[in-house]
């Protein structure tokens, strides 16, 4: 039951020693491997099922804000609804119910974080620093990434559940496939809430332009598919806030993901193909893949 597997990493990561607890959880279950760099805690889980390669990242700066909060704070959320899902798909395979898709699950398990100047609230990131971090998370062989981030210190996107990003691909941001759009209304049982992104949003966070959030920053290292999951808020939160945790949305975002996983299982397309080769065509490639950061 994902609610209650929820309730589980919540209660693992608040914790004085959250990456040993995360490892007892995992380790032996499937591949799995740590990389600390300074003060974070990078983890990465593989799911071995055969198929498409996903990526489901948990973006954040920290889970804690040791000396600033006491307790997971609301930036926590890419963590939890990443260790979520993979901890709800190895009980499903305990079950004997197997998917047939090779998922990577990345994010980190930091107690620290620096804050960096943003209106109205500063960004938590890492304090290895954004680019450091995204060359770590960015799983190289995922044709699709689903990058999920908190996204509530801005007064652009304020719904009281989770809301989703359009495709970015090769610097052009693409409509979201009807079909997914399905899986959303099904998983929440209300019409879908999106981020409104700009081409800034696209840009790095070192480019002196509006960033609504870190949330869809991994493509600018990787070719592939991503799409932005925000968790939000009605009101601005700002990532160190603690007491803020939205159970309902974060089992909703958590369900959603494992929906996600199936529907790529099943050939599910997450964009119009047509569309980028028919705006290519006409309009040629975007000038945005020249602020790309790929390392490969």
């Keep these: 039951m994902m609610l209650k597997t929820l309730m589980e990493v919540m209660d693992l990561i608040e914790s004085r020693d959250p990456v040993d607890k995360i490892r007892s959880k995992i380790e032996g279950r499937i591949k799995y491997e740590e990389k600390a760099v300074q003060d974070v805690t990078f983890i990465k889980a593989l799911y071995d099922g055969g198929g498409e390669n996903v990526e ?3 973006r954040l700066g920290a889970i804690q804000m040791s000396g600033v ?9 890419g963590a ?6 993979l901890l709800e798909l190895l009980n499903l395979r305990d079950k004997g119910i197997e998917l047939k898709v ?7 398990l930091s107690m620290k974080a620096s804050l960096i100047p943003h209106s109205p609230f500063k960004f938590m990131v890492p304090p290895v620093g954004l680019d450091d971090a995204l060359k770590i998370e ?9 990058s999920i981030d908190s996204t509530k210190g801005n007064r652009l996107v304020k719904f009281d559940d989770f809301a989703l990003t ?37 840009t790095p966070l070192d480019c002196d332009v509006y960033h609504i959030s870190t949330l869809v920053s ?60 028919e705006l290519e065509r006409r309009v040629g490639q975007s000038s945005l893949r020249k602020v790309q950061r790929m390392t490969s």
């Design 218 to 277: 991994p493509w600018l290292y990787t070719s592939s598919q991503v799409i932005g999951l925000a968790t939000v808020s009605p009101r601005m939160i700002p990532g160190y806030d603690t007491g803020v945790t939205n159970l309902n949305m974060l089992e909703h975002a958590s369900r959603f993901t494992l929906e996600f996983l199936k529907y790529v299982e099943n050939g599910g397309k997450v964009y119009n193909e047509k569309e980028l080769e």
């Design 166 to 202: 359009h495709v970015i691909k090769d610097g052009y941001i693409l409509k979201l496939h009807d079909n997914l759009i399905d899986v959303y209304n099904r998983v929440t049982e209300h019409e879908i809430y999106m981020v409104p992104l700009t081409s800034g949003d696209l």
């Design 69 to 77: 909060s006491k307790g997971l704070v609301s930036d926590a959320d």
């Design 102 to 108: 090779n998922a990577s699950f990345v994010t980190n």
């Design 138 to 146: 960015v799983d190289p062989k995922a044709s699709i990434i689903l």
């Design 80 to 85: 939890i609804v990443t260790l979520t899902t």
């Design 56 to 58: 489901i990242l948990g």
